[in-house]
Structures are given as structure tokens and as C-alpha cells.
């Protein structure tokens, strides 16, 4: 529980920095395109906090996985869109990682063109089609994830019935889901930040600039590179687990872990809600503005 509490907290705090920053200096240098899916990201992990983690804590005080909290219609609802909401989080900060490094690799393969594009136009429209693809791939949540009335306790269950058998249904969605929102899109982002290292080894920037203003934005770049490529390394660390686990789970456990595995289990589910903590401070870490940003809101 002191555990949970932790990142509840952690993140919460994090995450509202982050957003806090970003939009106190939005008329600034900081309203980088960059910058806004950081903030995009900061704003899909609060869902972490808000959500996940308590529900997490009162299955842990209760000693029940899938127990839930309230039963009737409010619980149906509640059910449906926190499991909706949390996945939805999750790949919202896979895509907006995507996002981070397609950026990058546009800022250093045309830094004109990089230079003159507006960020807010940018992210107008990239944010939406983030959000709106996370959510229209989950949707079938509000069909799948029902509540169970069983021995005097209600629990919120994924049940593909009548529609279907739910081992049979709920694998290949699962596979999708790993492919398209987590395998597939580190793929991509590793391709971008290699094609981004290279092109930063070679140092070809623009060369009608003076030479004191090409180191400039070559350091700049590097440093903003490394910092996405730590971003992206923490999502894959903390998130790998969980996706191993469930690997197992949907096709050598048969939906059910065998005994003794509470302390695994434990373990992968906090190594992935941590990330939504880590994620803020890397980016205060490494970027010298965010954490002047930070001071400036005290």
C-alpha cells in the first residue's frame, strides 16, 4: 500500500509540474511542438493517479484482484470506463512518444522547415488523432468489461459473451493490442532516433549557418534527443514486465496465474503505474528549462 501511495503521489505531483510549466511558458521558447506532446503525454499519465493506482490500493487492501468497489449502475459505469481510461492512457504515451521522435527526426532531417512550422498548429491536429485512436481501439471496452455478483461480492470482469467465447476473442485483441500499440511503435521510434543519431553524428545542419550557431543547435538537438531516448528506454522497462506477464497469461496460463505468483504480480503492476512517476522527473532532469519552469510556479 506504501508503495502505491508513493507513486499516487509522485505522479500526481509530476505530471501536474510538467502541464503547469509547459502552459505558464506557452508564449515562450518552451511552446515547442516537442514540448506540447510532453505535456500531452503528462496529461494521459494522470490517469494513473486519478484512476488506477486507487483502485489498485483497495485491491490490495481487500486482497481480491478484480474486486470491485461499487455495485449497480454507477459500478457498471465506473467499471467500463476506468478499465477504458487506463489502457487509453497507455497508448496515449506510446503514441506521443512516436509523436516525440517523428519531431525529432523532422527538426534534424529539415531544420529550416523545422523552424518555420508552428507548434500549435501541429499539435491541433496530431493530439486529436493521438486520443481519438486510443480511444476508438478500446471502445469495445464498454462492451467486453461487465460486473459479476458472486458470494455476497461484486467484481468487474472482461466477458466477451454472448457475443463470442472470451479466451478465444480476447486473445487475438490482446496480440493487437501488444503489436500495434507497444512492439510496433517501439520499432518505429527506434528507426527515427537511429536515423536522428546518425544524422547529428554527421552534423549536417544546416551549413549557410555560422559555425558558433550549428554547434549551438547540434548540442541542443543532442540534448533534447537524449533526453526522448531516456523517455522512451523507462517506458519499455517499466512496461516490459506487465507484457510478458500477460503474454503468459493469455496463452500458457490459461487466464489463471498459477499459486504463489501475488508477489510477481504485484511487481509487474507496480513497475508499469511507476512510469507515469519516473516520466515527469526525466524530463526535469535533463532539460534545464523545465526545471527553471519549475521554480518559476513558486
Known amino acids: 500500500l506504501a508503495a502505491y501511495s508513493s507513486i499516487l503521489a509522485v505522479s500526481l505531483i509530476g505530471n501536474v509540474l510538467i502541464i503547469a510549466v509547459v502552459y505558464k511558458h506557452r508564449h515562450t521558447g518552451m511552446w515547442t511542438t516537442t514540448n506540447c506532446f510532453i505535456a500531452n503525454m503528462a496529461f494521459s499519465d494522470l490517469i494513473i493517479p486519478l484512476f488506477a493506482v486507487p483502485n489498485r490500493i483497495f485491491n490490495l487492501a481487500r486482497d481480491a484482484s478484480f474486486l470491485w468497489m461499487w455495485s449497480g449502475t454507477g459500478g457498471l ?48 491536429i496530431v493530439i486529436p488523432v493521438i486520443w481519438l485512436s486510443a480511444a476508438g481501439f478500446h471502445a469495445i471496452y464498454f462492451y467486453t468489461f461487465r460486473l459479476l455478483e458472486w458470494n455476497h461480492n461484486t467484481y468487474c470482469i472482461l466477458d466477451w459473451q454472448p457475443y463470442t467465447d472470451s479466451m478465444r476473442a480476447q486473445r487475438p485483441f490482446y496480440m493487437c493490442q501488444f503489436v500495434l500499440l507497444y512492439a510496433a511503435p517501439l520499432l518505429l521510434i527506434a528507426f527515427l532516433y537511429a536515423c536522428v543519431i546518425r544524422k547529428l553524428r554527421e552534423g549536417a545542419l544546416a551549413t549557410h549557418k555560422p559555425l558558433r550557431r550549428r554547434r549551438s543547435e547540434r548540442s541542443r538537438n543532442r540534448k533534447v534527443t537524449k533526453m526522448c531516448v531516456v523517455a522512451v528506454l523507462c517506458f519499455v522497462l517499466c512496461w ?33 503505474y511507476s512510469y507515469a512517476a519516473i516520466n515527469p522527473f526525466i524530463f526535469m532532469i535533463f532539460n534545464e528549462k523545465y526545471r527553471r519552469g519549475v521554480k518559476s510556479l513558486f
Open 77 to 124: 459505469i465506473l467499471c467500463k470506463t476506468l478499465n477504458f481510461l487506463l489502457d487509453v492512457s497507455t497508448a496515449v504515451s506510446i503514441l506521443s512518444l512516436v509523436a516525440i521522435a517523428s519531431d525529432r527526426y523532422y527538426a534534424v532531417k529539415f531544420p529550416l522547415k523545422a523552424v518555420v512550422s508552428r507548434p500549435t498548429r501541429v499539435c491541433a
Open 240 to 272: 516490459a514486465p506487465i507484457h510478458v506477464y500477460s503474454l503468459y497469461f493469455h496463452f500458457v496460463w490459461g487466464w489463471a496465474a498459477p499459486c504463489g505468483m501475488q508477489e510477481l504480480t504485484f511487481l509487474v503492476f507496480f513497475a508499469a
